[in-house]
């Protein structure tokens, strides 16, 4: 009985390991701001604080990436409580919204699902959804996968 006890509690230390691995490249779910830009190694800065009441509503880190032979601004929101919930990529410079939905489907493939009219896709290996979305033109939003 005991041994069963033991090979559940180390199944349930091995699925939180790998749940707090999964994300998007040195971004990990649940990291703090802090956390964000020490893993940037550089490539991220801390945006501003917002009021607590006001989380969610602006990215508290900011970089800069080429991703999908694009290059986005991207924005990392966390909340005070959950560390990283989500990551947008913005387009820079000149685009197509097609440019980015073509990008994101030979990333992420071509079997395509819809929610509300925008594309997405469960990167599964990643644990992570990944979504085309119209915000400030054309951004692709990065959010944990729960499925």
């Given at each position: 009985m005991?041994?069963?006890?033991?090979?559940?509690?180390?199944l349930?230390?091995?699925?939180?390991?790998?749940?707090?691995?999964?994300?998007w490249?040195?971004?990990?779910?649940?990291m703090?701001p802090?956390e964000?830009v020490?893993?940037?190694?550089?490539?991220?800065?801390?945006h501003?604080?917002?009021?607590p009441?006001?989380?969610g509503?602006?990215?508290?880190?900011?970089?800069k990436?080429r991703?999908?032979?694009?290059?986005?601004?991207?924005?990392f929101?966390?909340?005070p409580?959950d560390?990283?919930?989500?990551?947008?990529?913005?387009?820079?410079?000149?685009?197509?919204?097609?440019?980015?939905?073509?990008?994101?489907?030979?990333?992420?493939?071509?079997?395509?699902?819809?929610?509300?009219?925008?594309?997405?896709?469960?990167?599964?290996?990643?644990e992570?959804?990944?979504s085309?979305i119209?915000?400030?033109?054309?951004t692709?939003?990065?959010?944990?996968?729960?499925?």
């Open positions: 005991h041994r069963l006890a033991g090979l559940i509690a180390a349930i230390v091995l699925a939180s390991i790998q749940t707090a691995q999964a994300g490249r040195y971004a990990q779910w649940g703090s802090d964000l020490a893993a940037a190694g550089g490539g991220a800065v801390r501003y604080e917002p009021a009441e006001r989380w509503e602006y990215p508290s880190a900011k970089g990436v991703e999908m032979g694009q290059d986005f601004e991207v924005w929101y966390t909340d409580y560390g990283l919930y989500m990551i947008r990529l913005v387009p820079t410079g000149l685009y197509w919204c097609i440019d980015v939905r073509e990008s994101a489907m030979a990333r992420w493939g071509y079997d395509v699902r819809f929610n509300d009219g925008d594309p997405y896709w469960n990167d599964r290996r990643n992570l959804r990944a085309v119209g915000f400030r033109g054309c692709v939003k990065l959010e944990p996968l729960f499925e």
